[in-house]
Each structure stands twice: as structure tokens, then as C-alpha cells.
């Protein structure tokens, strides 16, 4: 966590040119310009496969450090001490020691480079769901041994987190489970692109469409995952691994103007809600400058421009993802890395027109079933779950391919 003194805090981000990274990047401009005093210092910067905009970003930023996890790429490293390969981003946290990781990398390839920071005691910004929707326990485990600080940069937990700095003190961070004075944790969801479609024409939605929301702007799995809701249900394993929460004590609701990030409710009835504007440097920089408050990078949110707040129940039988993701909570082992990879295969292939949006959740549904949960979720474990279902899912994907369209 940010020291008091004027040293710069050492960042290295992980997944440095997606959506999180670049809105990272904006976010530590903006609080060094403010001063008085430069708060931040990128040391580090890691990248899946766009070896261009990283060298763009470290040349822009004087960043000498770099990780790209893909070495197909033949681009000249101008210099800069890059490395390459499955294991570079942790590599990467190895040889820099900073004091703060962002985790932004998509899916289950974070998970390395996240319990690596964990094991080290080093706090992360983690925007990573899927290292927790996996491997929650190995990187939870890891941090309370270590006394590395989880610090949301996901929207809801962010706002989860500010409403029990409220109520549990200003020292509270993940993973640090809360007390019996929680009654129950809420998420939002916007409903994604597509909420407003027919349930009969959903099935045919094309991936312009439901790349279309109507709120954020997002890299575009978490984009698909708005839309089927399952990026909900990743969301609340993650919030059970970060809060200590079990499935009973989750729910999430739909809210389409995503303004309201989070309920809180204690067990003497009392509800506290986070309300912010929908733009993801918020939770951002409530990460990187926690415990201190300073002046936002976003436009504040006007309350009196708001006419209404809704709210409604979510359709599980329009949205099965979010009751498969409670029964992978309760379920526990490798559940949850099953789920995700079955996930991250379907939404890829239907970004590539090879099945249709309403196979998506039909096919994780059927790899959650066929695919062997293993008890223990040690990493060996997590890992073989991980290959098994991704196996699964693309014979199934195999099988529809046909009548994608």
C-alpha cells in the first residue's frame, strides 16, 4: 500500500495494453500531475501478444522492464530488457520487486503471475477475476500467509470494499474475511447489450451486438460475459474468495444504469450502497491510492441529472450462468476452474462465429458436467481441471460448429 513518505509507489502492470492497463496508465498520470509530489512510478509493463503497443507504451512512459507472454512476435526490443514466454510475467514481478502488481491479464493466464505476487507478500490491484474464480483458494491462502493485500479494481467489488471500509474500519482490506455482522453481499449488472432483446431472438445475437453495451467500455470477453451475465457469476466466486463469503450470503440484481455498484446489508436490516459513475478509472486509482483519497480522474456523478434507479431480479432461466457459478461456490475443488475454462473456450469461439450466442452457456453447462471435480484444488489440480474442460468445451464447439450461423 502507498507509504507516507514522498517515495513513488512501484507499480508493474500486468496486461499493460488491454482496457484496465491503458486506464491504469491515465490514472497514475493524473494523480503524479495533481502532486504535490509523484505518487507513482511504472516499473514494469506486461503484455499478452501486442508486442507494438507495449514497446509504444514503454517508450512513452521510459519503462525498461517487459514481459510478453506470447514469443511468436519477431519485433526488435528497442533496447529494453524484455522477456517472453508462459512464465514472463512472473518473471517480470521477479526481477522488479514492486511494491504493487496490477493484475489486469484476461482469463486463466493470470493466475501464475497472480499467485506469484501473493506468495511474495506484494499487494495487488486486482482486476483478474479469473485467477480467483479458478484458483481462489491457492491465491487467498497465499496472501493471508504472506500478508499481501487484495485490492479490487473490478467496479462491484471495489464498491463492496468501500461499503465495509465503512462499516468494518478504514484498515479493512481482502483477503481479510469479514464478520457475522454481514448479512449479505449484492452485485449489480447492468444486463449487458443485450437485456433488452426478446428471450427468442437472443439465441441468433451476433458478436456486434452484444459487444454493443450500453454503459462500459471493456475488452471484449468481459464484454460477451456482460452479455450472457456470467461475467456476473465469475464475479461472485471472486467475491467469495476476496470477503470470505459463502453462496447463501451472495446475490447480485439487475440495475441498467449502473450507477449503483453494491449492497451491503448488515443483519440488523441496514443496506449501504457504493454509487459512482460508470467508468472503470474510479476503482482504479480507489486502488492505487488506498488509504488516501485524492481528486478523481472521472467526472463526478450528479445525482440530480438522475430521474430513476432501477432495479429488478435476474431471470435464471435467461441467464443460467449466474445460478451455474453459485452451484461452483458451493460445489468447491476445481469447480470453479472448470466453469471458467469451459467459459473462456465458448466465448472465444463465439467471437469467431463458430456457435451461436445461446450455445455459449449450453456448452459450459454441459462441460460442467462431464469434466471431474477434484476435491482439493491444489495448483496441479486446478491446472488439469483447466486443460480437461478446455478439451470438453472444444469437442462440444466441434460438434455445433455447423449450425453456428
Not at 477434484?374 to 464447439?397: C, F, M, Q, W, Y
Amino acid at each position: 500500500m502507498p507509504t507516507t513518505d514522498q517515495t513513488p509507489l512501484r507499480i508493474a502492470v500486468l496486461g499493460s495494453t488491454g482496457s484496465i492497463g491503458r486506464q491504469t496508465r491515465a490514472v497514475v498520470e493524473h494523480c503524479n500531475a495533481i502532486g504535490p509530489h509523484k505518487r507513482f512510478e511504472i516499473v514494469g509493463l506486461c503484455a499478452g501478444s501486442d508486442a507494438k503497443t507495449l514497446f509504444e507504451q514503454a517508450d512513452a512512459m521510459n519503462v525498461r522492464e517487459l514481459a510478453l507472454c506470447d514469443d511468436s512476435s519477431s519485433i526488435n526490443d528497442s533496447g529494453r530488457n524484455l522477456r517472453r514466454g508462459a512464465c514472463a510475467a512472473r518473471r517480470l514481478i521477479e526481477d522488479t520487486q514492486p511494491d504493487l502488481v496490477v493484475g489486469a491479464i484476461v482469463g486463466i493466464a493470470g493466475l501464475d503471475s497472480t499467485l506469484y505476487a501473493a506468495e511474495q507478500g506484494i499487494d495487488i490491484a486486482l482486476a483478474n477475476k479469473e485467477s480467483l474464480v479458478a484458483g481462489g483458494k491457492l491465491v487467498i491462502d497465499a496472501a493471508r500467509k504472506s500478508g499481501s493485500h487484495i485490492l479490487p479494481v473490478d467496479s462491484e467489488h471495489a464498491g463492496v470494499w468501500q461499503c465495509l471500509l465503512g462499516l468494518l474500519g478504514r484498515g479493512y482490506t481482502p483477503p481479510t474475511p469479514i464478520d457475522n455482522s454481514i448479512a449479505r453481499i449484492t452485485l449489480t449488472a447492468s444486463g449487458g447489450s443485450l437485456r433488452e432483446w426478446p428471450v427468442e431472438d437472443l439465441a441468433n445475437a451476433t458478436p456486434s451486438d452484444a459487444l454493443n453495451h450500453p454503459n462500459w467500455s471493456m475488452g471484449a470477453k468481459v464484454t460477451i460475459d456482460s452479455a450472457t451475465l456470467m461475467n456476473k457469476g465469475l464475479e461472485l466466486i471472486e467475491a467469495h474468495w476476496l470477503f470470505g463469503v459463502d453462496a447463501d450470503k451472495l446475490d447480485a440484481i439487475i440495475h441498467p444504469q449502473s450507477i449503483v455498484h453494491a449492497f451491503v446489508e448488515c443483519t440488523d436490516g441496514s443496506i449501504i450502497a457504493q454509487l459512482g459513475a460508470p467508468d472503470m478509472h474510479c476503482p482504479i486509482q480507489h486502488a492505487l491510492c488506498y488509504p488516501d483519497r485524492t481528486t478523481g480522474v472521472c467526472d463526478r456523478l450528479d445525482l440530480s441529472t438522475l430521474s430513476t434507479l432501477d432495479f429488478e431480479p435476474i431471470d435464471h432461466a435467461r441467464f443460467p450462468a449466474v445460478r451455474m457459478a453459485l452451484n461452483a461456490i458451493q460445489t468447491g475443488g476445481t469447480a470453479g476452474a472448470i466453469l471458467n475454462a469451459a467459459n473462456e473456450i465458448t466465448v472465444d469461439a463465439f467471437l469467431n462465429e463458430q456457435i451461436r450466442f445461446g450455445q455459449m452457456t449450453e456448452i459450459v453447462h454441459e462441460t460442467i458436467n462431464a469434466v471431474r471435480v477434484e476435491p482439493n484444488a491444489t495448483l496441479a489440480a486446478v491446472l488439469s481441471a483447466d486443460t480437461n474442460a478446455r478439451d470438453h468445451a472444444k469437442g462440444l464447439i466441434g460438434v455445433r460448429a455447423g449450425g453456428a450461423r
